[in-house]
């Protein structure tokens, strides 16, 4: 086995096993990084899981500053992935879980390579507040760049609301999200570089370039508008964003 394909066996065993790995330092070019991206799931999908959309990470100041990592990354969501909004996740199924607020597309046409934002947005067929449950499989949540993208730029789960009509102007909605009632984070979805179209547009290009362009069905994540939380077993989470909606989940 090839250096890149024992890294992605390992973190591969670390999210199935919900177990820890050490860091890799920075020993990975950010092309090798996506490489064991790659390799790892495609471990996931020998195991019957199925590719359904891609997130964005990394795609607001609130991010970045709480990762201290400073570029846009990407990574894939398979059906294994989605909870049902309103349902439940076993916490024990995760290394040390957080939680993020998000936006939700849902194409209903193919996005080319490069697109305007209203281009991308004539191709989304629905759009939806939504969480995501990131789990980073590396000790103490700590990564450099090249770790969080082998890592799957951290995917774990994802949780969206009702779709919504896309005509919704995106550019600046309330986000309000809490854990057990309280509010813990509150942000805009202007937050996710200026509008969360941009990273649609960014999310067709990345993908286009990594040989899996977007194609009607696929979901993009468009990243988290304000810091993540940390998860705690008997959680109950929910989010509200003004005009699109609500989206909520149970840890047991
Ligand atoms: C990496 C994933 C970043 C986002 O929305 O910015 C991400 C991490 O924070 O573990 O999902
Ligand atoms: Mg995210």
Known sequence: MSELM??????????????ATPQLGDTLSVADAYRVQEASMARRYARGERRVGIKMGFTSRAKMAQMGVDAMIWGRLTDA????????????????????????FLLKAPLPRTVTPAGALAAVGGVAAALEIIDSRYENFKFSLTDVIA????????VIGPWADPAIDLSNLGMIMEIDGQPRQIGSSAAILGNPLRSLVAAARLAHDAGEPLGAGDIVMAGGAT????????????????????VEFRVG
């Open 81 to 104: 992935m989605l909870v049902e909004d309103g349902g439940a996740v076993r916490f024990s199924a995760y290394v040390h879980p957080r939680v993020e607020p998000e936006i939700a």
């Open 6 to 19: 024992e890294i992605a066996a390992r973190l591969d065993a670390a999210m199935f096993n919900a177990t």
């Open 151 to 158: 890592d799957n730029s951290s995917s774990s789960g994802f």
């Open 227 to 246: 810091a993540a939380e940390h998860l705690s077993v008997g959680n109950h989470v929910r989010l509200v964003v003004s005009r699109l909606g609500r």
